[in-house]
């Protein structure tokens, strides 16, 4: 893959508006509980930190960090690296995830949430790339629907560089 200076596919204005509207969704139908915000290191740090700040209903912040087993990228054997330091039973937990993609990652990150016993859980993805499904896997709130393409910028990386970008960027002439 080049590592040409990549094009812009959502703006830092766009966003703002988008996170502004899914903070508001979140917030009403959470109104009058409290969330706890459970972030997938390393890609979500930058939109969760934009989410939160435009929620209108209490939360704490946690973070998990996943890596799939080496040579088995692709067949949803996931582990944690960096788990959870909050107890989530009993707590209305809220998933912020970078991207959804094959939907592998989430849906394992899901089962051994529910294993915990959170009174409710929720995801919101940034962006899905619906098309790349290898499990079924639907958030249940998500910034933007983007096409097969490799995403850099607003907290994602191609091998941790970009992740600084204030824009959503494409990689040119990349699939994913
Ligand atoms: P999934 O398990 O859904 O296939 O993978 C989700 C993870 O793959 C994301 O959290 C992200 O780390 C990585 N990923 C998938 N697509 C992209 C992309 O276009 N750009 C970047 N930077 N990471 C991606």
């Not at 966003?15 to 959470?30: G, P």
């Not at 929620?55 to 087993?69: E, I, K, M």
């Not at 209305?92 to 529910?114: C, F, K, P, Y």
């Not at 191609?158 to 204030?166: K, Q, V």
Request: with cysteine; charged share 25%.
């Amino acid at each position: 893959m080049a590592e040409d200076a990549p094009d812009i596919l959502l703006t830092k204005e766009r966003i703002a508006q988008r996170v502004a509207e899914l903070a508001a969704q979140i917030s009403a139908e959470h109104r009058g509980g409290e969330l706890l915000v459970v972030g997938v290191l390393n890609g979500a740090f930058v939109f969760m930190a934009d989410l939160i700040r435009a929620l209108t209903v209490p939360c704490s912040v946690d973070f998990v960090r996943l890596a799939s087993y080496s040579g088995c990228e692709s067949c949803g054997q996931v582990r944690i690296t960096k788990d959870l330091e909050t107890p989530v039973a009993g707590r209305d937990l809220l998933v912020v995830e970078d991207i959804v993609d094959t939907g592998l990652t989430l849906s394992w990150l899901v089962e051994a949430l529910r294993v915990r016993q959170p009174a409710s859980l929720k995801v919101c993805a940034f962006l899905d790339k619906k098309e790349r499904r290898k499990v079924p896997f639907e958030a249940d709130y998500v910034g933007f629907a983007i096409p097969d393409r490799f995403i850099v910028g607003y907290g994602l990386d191609y091998n941790e560089r970009y992740r600084y970008l204030p824009d959503v960027c494409v990689l040119r002439d990349t699939a994913s």
